[in-house]
C-alpha cells in the first residue's frame, strides 16, 4: 500500500529529519496488564494500516507513505517509573523534540509513566498523519483495548489518493481544475516575490504552561455563552487577545489564528480516518466595542467565514502547489509573523471515564511543536466537565514570564466578563 503525501502533508514532514509531533497525554488511575497495551498496540496498527507506514522519498523527491507488512514495525513503548505528578511535562516537551525514523517507521510511539497507583499514557505521533481529532479516536480505541481484549474497535478505509477525499465530479470540473492550476501558480509566485530575512529567529528554550479552569469559571464561561449565543470557542478567542493586549502591548498583533475542523465539510473523511488536514480562520478584536459586543461581532465574522470556505477546491488548489513547498516552508521559518498565537479548541471529548481495573482521569489537552515560525499557541479541551488549558511557547517568541502573565490575566478577563 502506498500514498503519496498531501501538500499540508508535505509541509509538516519537511524533509523528514526534524520533529513536528503530534501529542496526547492521559492520566490513569488503576492498573493494566503490560500486554495488553502492546495488543492494543498492534490492533490500533491493524486497524490503521498507516500506523505502520514508513517515508519512501521517490526519483523526484516526492515523499510516498509506505505499508509494507514484510517491514513493518510495532509502535515501541518507553517505560518510566512515576516520581511525581508533574513527570509528564517533562516527558511531553522531551518528546516534542524527538524525530521519528521515517524511512523505518512506525509514524506512532508511547511514553508509559509507570506508578503503582496512578500513570500517565503519552502518545506521540508525527503530525503529517495525525490531527487533534484523529489522535482522540485512536485514544479512545487503545483504552477500550486495554480493559477489554475483545472490543471491537472496527477497521479504517484509508484514504489513499485526493479521489477519496474530493468528489469525482468536482475532480472531473474543468473550470474547477482550471482555477485550481492557476491558484497554485499564484501562490508560487507570491511566495517567490516576498522578502524574507536571512536568518531564523532563535526559538531557544521551548515551553508548556498546562492548567484546569476552576469549576466556577468554567459554569461562568458557560453561561456567558447560553446568554449571548456566541460559541466557548470564541469566547475563548477574545479573551485571549485581550490577555495578548494587556501584557504585550507593543509586541500585540491582533491577530489569533484557529484551526477549522474540515471533517464538518468533506463527509467522504470518515471518523474513523486518521488524516491531517485542517484549513485556518483567522480573527482580531475591535478594541472600540465592549466585550460581550466584540464576541458577537467575532462571532458573526467566523460564520462568515466558514460559510465561504470551499474545502475541495481548496484542497485541489494546495495539490497543485507542490512546486511552492520549498518557498512555503522558507515564508513560515524566516517570513516575519503577523498573529499573536494560534488557538485549537477540542471542545467536549465524549469518551468514557470508567474501565474496569482503570480510571482515566484527566485528558491534558494535547500540543505540537514544529519547526515552522512561531510556536506560540493554545490547545483546549473539556472532559468530565472540566476544561483543560496547554499553553505552547518559546523564549526566543514570547519570554516564560509573559506566558505566565498572560496565563493569570485570562482567568482574571474570564472572572470579570459581565452579562447584560
Same mark, same amino acid.
Given at each position: 500500500?502506498?500514498?503519496?503525501?498531501?501538500?499540508? #502533508?508535505?509541509?509538516?514532514?519537511?524533509?523528514?529529519?526534524?520533529?513536528?509531533?503530534?501529542?496526547?497525554?492521559?492520566?490513569?488511575?488503576? *492498573?493494566?496488564?503490560?500486554?495488553?497495551?502492546?495488543?492494543?498496540?498492534?490492533?490500533?496498527?491493524?486497524?490503521?494500516?498507516?500506523?505502520?507506514?514508513?517515508?519512501?522519498?521517490?526519483?523526484?523527491?516526492?515523499?510516498?507513505?509506505?505499508?509494507?507488512?514484510?517491514?513493518?514495525?510495532?509502535?515501541?513503548? $518507553?517505560?518510566?517509573? $512515576?516520581?511525581?505528578?508533574?513527570?509528564?511535562?517533562?516527558?511531553?516537551?522531551?518528546? &516534542?523534540?524527538?524525530?521519528?525514523?521515517?524511512?523505518?517507521?512506525?509514524?506512532?510511539?508511547?511514553? &508509559?509513566?509507570?506508578?503503582?497507583?496512578?500513570?500517565?499514557?503519552?502518545?506521540?505521533?508525527?503530525?503529517?498523519?495525525?490531527?487533534?481529532?484523529?489522535?482522540?479516536?485512536?485514544?479512545?480505541?487503545?483504552?477500550?483495548?486495554?480493559?477489554?481484549?475483545?472490543?471491537?474497535?472496527?477497521?479504517?478505509?484509508?484514504?489513499?489518493?485526493?479521489?477519496?477525499?474530493?468528489?469525482?465530479?468536482?475532480?472531473?470540473?474543468?473550470?474547477?481544475?482550471?482555477?485550481?492550476?492557476?491558484?497554485?501558480? +499564484? !501562490?508560487?509566485?507570491?511566495?517567490?516575490?516576498?522578502?524574507?530575512?536571512?536568518?531564523?529567529?532563535?526559538?531557544?528554550? =521551548?515551553?508548556?504552561?498546562?492548567?484546569?479552569?476552576?469549576?466556577?469559571?468554567?459554569?461562568?464561561?458557560?453561561? %456567558?455563552?447560553? @446568554? !449571548?449565543?456566541?460559541?466557548?470557542? @470564541?469566547?475563548?478567542?477574545? !479573551?485571549?487577545?485581550?490577555?495578548?493586549? #494587556?501584557?504585550?502591548?507593543?509586541?500585540?498583533?491582533?491577530?489569533? %489564528?484557529?484551526?477549522? =475542523?474540515?471533517?464538518?465539510?468533506?463527509?467522504?473523511?470518515?471518523?474513523?480516518?486518521?488524516?491531517?488536514?485542517?484549513?485556518?480562520?483567522?480573527?482580531?478584536?475591535?478594541?472600540?466595542?465592549?466585550? +460581550?459586543? =466584540?464576541?458577537?461581532?467575532?462571532?458573526? =465574522?467566523?460564520?462568515?467565514? *466558514?460559510?465561504?470556505?470551499?474545502?475541495?477546491?481548496?484542497?485541489?488548489?494546495?495539490?497543485?502547489?507542490?512546486?511552492?513547498?520549498?518557498?512555503?516552508?522558507?515564508?513560515?521559518?524566516?517570513?516575519?509573523?503577523?498573529?499573536?498565537?494560534?488557538?485549537?479548541?477540542?471542545?467536549?471529548?465524549?469518551?468514557?471515564?470508567?474501565?474496569?481495573?482503570?480510571?482515566?482521569?484527566? +485528558?491534558?489537552?494535547?500540543?505540537?511543536?514544529?519547526?515552522?515560525?512561531?510556536? @506560540?499557541?493554545?490547545?483546549?479541551?473539556?472532559?468530565?466537565?472540566?476544561?483543560?488549558?496547554?499553553?505552547?511557547?518559546?523564549?526566543?517568541?514570547?519570554?516564560?514570564?509573559?506566558?505566565?502573565?498572560?496565563?493569570?490575566?485570562? #482567568?482574571?478577563?474570564?472572572?470579570?466578563?459581565? +452579562?447584560?
Amino acid at each position: 500500500m502506498k500514498r503519496k503525501l498531501f501538500f499540508l #502533508e508535505r509541509v509538516i514532514y519537511g524533509n523528514g529529519t526534524t520533529a513536528f509531533n503530534a501529542i496526547v497525554p492521559v492520566k490513569i488511575r488503576g *492498573t493494566f496488564p503490560a500486554e495488553n497495551l502492546s495488543f492494543a498496540l498492534k490492533s490500533l496498527q491493524e486497524k490503521h494500516p498507516f500506523l505502520k507506514a514508513f517515508v519512501e522519498v521517490d526519483k523526484i523527491g516526492m515523499p510516498w507513505f509506505v505499508v509494507d507488512e514484510s517491514k513493518a514495525n510495532e509502535i515501541p513503548v $518507553r517505560m518510566i517509573p $512515576r516520581v511525581t505528578e508533574r513527570d509528564w511535562e517533562a516527558e511531553v516537551t522531551r518528546e &516534542w523534540s524527538v524525530a521519528f525514523d521515517v524511512k523505518k517507521g512506525p509514524l506512532m510511539r508511547v511514553v &508509559w509513566i509507570r506508578g503503582e497507583e496512578y500513570s500517565e499514557l503519552i502518545l506521540v505521533m508525527h503530525h503529517c498523519i495525525c490531527d487533534g481529532r484523529s489522535a482522540m479516536s485512536i485514544l479512545e480505541d487503545m483504552l477500550l483495548l486495554l480493559e477489554d481484549r475483545d472490543a471491537d474497535i472496527g477497521k479504517e478505509i484509508p484514504i489513499l489518493s485526493i479521489g477519496d477525499v474530493v468528489p469525482p465530479e468536482v475532480l472531473r470540473n474543468t473550470k474547477k481544475r482550471i482555477k485550481a492550476k492557476i491558484g497554485g501558480k +499564484i !501562490t508560487s509566485l507570491v511566495l517567490w516575490l516576498i522578502p524574507l530575512k536571512k536568518q531564523q529567529v532563535e526559538r531557544k528554550r =521551548d515551553y508548556m504552561i498546562n492548567w484546569k479552569l476552576d469549576k466556577k469559571l468554567s459554569d461562568h464561561l458557560s453561561k %456567558v455563552s447560553k @446568554t !449571548t449565543g456566541t460559541t466557548i470557542n @470564541t469566547l475563548l478567542c477574545k !479573551t485571549v487577545l485581550a490577555a495578548f493586549k #494587556e501584557i504585550r502591548t507593543a509586541d500585540f498583533h491582533n491577530k489569533i %489564528v484557529c484551526p477549522v =475542523d474540515i471533517r464538518r465539510y468533506i463527509p467522504q473523511i470518515r471518523e474513523e480516518n486518521i488524516f491531517a488536514f485542517v484549513t485556518m480562520v483567522n480573527l482580531s478584536a475591535d478594541d472600540r466595542l465592549d466585550f +460581550i459586543s =466584540d464576541a458577537k461581532r467575532m462571532q458573526e =465574522d467566523i460564520v462568515k467565514k *466558514t460559510a465561504l470556505l470551499k474545502p475541495y477546491e481548496m484542497i485541489m488548489e494546495m495539490e497543485e502547489s507542490h512546486s511552492s513547498l520549498t518557498a512555503l516552508i522558507n515564508f513560515l521559518k524566516y517570513g516575519k509573523s503577523s498573529k499573536d498565537c494560534l488557538f485549537s479548541n477540542l471542545g467536549r471529548i465524549d469518551m468514557k471515564h470508567e474501565y474496569g481495573s482503570f480510571e482515566l482521569e484527566t +485528558i491534558y489537552s494535547p500540543s505540537a511543536v514544529g519547526p515552522l515560525g512561531k510556536t @506560540t499557541g493554545f490547545v483546549t479541551s473539556t472532559f468530565r466537565g472540566q476544561m483543560d488549558f496547554t499553553f505552547i511557547g518559546s523564549e526566543g517568541f514570547l519570554p516564560y514570564e509573559e506566558a505566565l502573565a498572560i496565563k493569570d490575566m485570562i #482567568e482574571d478577563i474570564i472572572n470579570a466578563i459581565e +452579562i447584560a
